[in-house]
């Protein structure tokens, strides 16, 4: 059998198997791991074909996952490809077509078969889209894998580029602060991450402009409610000076990544805590100038780098969120001194997780509007998110 079948075949079992209940990337490292005989090579053409698959989103739903894995690698290439010049020789000379040109390939091959196979059906739910966003264009960033973003903190600047380029290491300055890499770029051997620079996402980076408008106000007492891994608390803490910082999150262990990565960043005044924000009896007493809210949300605005939850998503979870979102924001608005800003932020592309919550935020908590904004990250190979920074009316107004 030719080592391409074999690849075939062994992407179907994997995705066969998978349930979506974990991120594919580890679930692949799982079966790698417990599965030896497979090479360097081989792990990457079956990875490879897998992400292929799963970048088709909600598109080709009826076709065998043998097919639907030369659809999608087809779809995803713009260069020739050796595994599909074996299997597909007819489609590898058309690889330079756009998107939607190659559906129509499929679909005419196809005998009109499947009437899901269109650029559109990738991702059906352009209804519930934030009204800014290019649909087309966002359905196309799904067949592109987007790139790694470093952002070089102060004073580092120098010190990281150079490295780099000692390092041979191919990239791409977009600002003082901001360099993209191929996304399987490996620098966590060339540089200090966290303390030289931290890996964040193009999109994530363009917060610091919303941060830039809370400086004016100086803002001293800050607090990361959702921190995560605390990327947004180490570029808020970049950004503002003097700052007095609070991190929480509902899960623990992810605060113990955070810590590691603060140590590495040189953060060592802040203070962690463990809070159900979204809880109905949260009760939490203290006051902030700033209150950072990267809310837990689908996470749409990344599936380019994780298209395993495009395929696995159900619409019914737009509304969960949104529920969720809402309680954390009114759990943490009481805790906003008077004047203090909210930066409310998201890395979804639903109205419903976007504009509708920040109207909420307007009209039933009475906060005032500062700035608000997509940060259309599928136009740069990057992530997609929503900003909104709002602030707690004076006593007086």
């Not at 620079?197 to 980076?205: G, K």
């Not at 830039?212 to 001293?220: C, D, F, I, N, R």
Request: aromatic fraction near 12%.
């Amino acid at each position: 059998m030719s080592r391409y079948y074999s690849y075939i075949n062994t992407a179907a079992l994997l995705i066969n198997q998978y349930s979506g209940k974990e991120l594919f990337n580890l679930y692949l490292k799982n079966y790698f791991s417990a599965n030896k005989k497979y090479g360097s090579k081989d792990r990457k053409q079956i990875s490879h074909l897998c992400y292929c698959f799963f970048r088709l989103g909600k598109s080709l739903k009826e076709m065998k996952t043998e097919e639907r894995l030369l659809a999608g690698l087809f779809l995803c290439s713009s260069d020739s490809n050796e595994l599909l010049a074996y299997m597909k020789p007819e489609w590898n000379s058309k690889v330079f077509l756009t998107a939607k040109e190659k559906f129509e390939i499929i679909f005419s091959e196809a005998g009109e078969i499947y009437t899901d196979s269109n650029l559109e059906s990738i991702f059906p739910w352009e209804k519930e889209l934030s009204p800014e966003i290019d649909f087309n264009f966002f359905c196309s960033s799904f067949l592109i894998q987007p790139d790694l973003f470093l952002r070089l903190r102060p004073g580092m600047e120098m010190i990281v580029k150079q490295k780099l380029k000692q390092a041979a290491i191919e990239c791409t300055n977009l600002s003082e602060s901001c360099i993209s890499l191929p996304n399987t770029s490996k620098v966590d051997t060339i540089i200090n991450l966290d303390n030289e620079a931290v890996i964040q996402d193009y999109s994530s980076q363009q917060v610091g402009s919303f941060l830039q408008m809370v400086k004016k106000g100086s803002p001293y007492k800050v607090w990361d409610c959702c921190a995560a891994s605390g990327g947004k608390a180490i570029l808020a803490n970049d950004i503002l000076e003097n700052i007095e910082l609070t991190v929480s999150d509902v899960r623990e262990n992810i605060l113990f990544n955070l810590k590691k990565r603060f140590s590495a960043a040189g953060i060592k005044n802040y203070t962690s805590k463990v809070l159900n924000i979204g809880s109905e009896d949260f009760n939490y007493k203290d006051e902030f100038d700033l209150v950072i809210a990267d809310v837990p949300c689908s996470g749409s605005g990344t599936w380019s780098r994780t298209p395993e939850q495009l395929f696995y998503f159900d619409e019914k979870k737009i509304n969960e969120f949104s529920s969720l979102q809402k309680k954390i924001i009114k759990n943490v608005i009481p805790n906003l001194k008077a004047g203090g800003f909210l930066l409310y932020i998201t890395c979804s592309v639903f109205k419903k997780e976007n504009e509708e919550i920040a109207a909420f935020i307007q009209e039933e908590l009475k906060q005032n509007l500062i700035a608000i904004k997509i940060l259309e990250g599928f136009t740069k190979k990057a992530d997609t998110m929503f900003v909104a920074l709002l602030q707690k009316p004076l006593l007086s107004d």
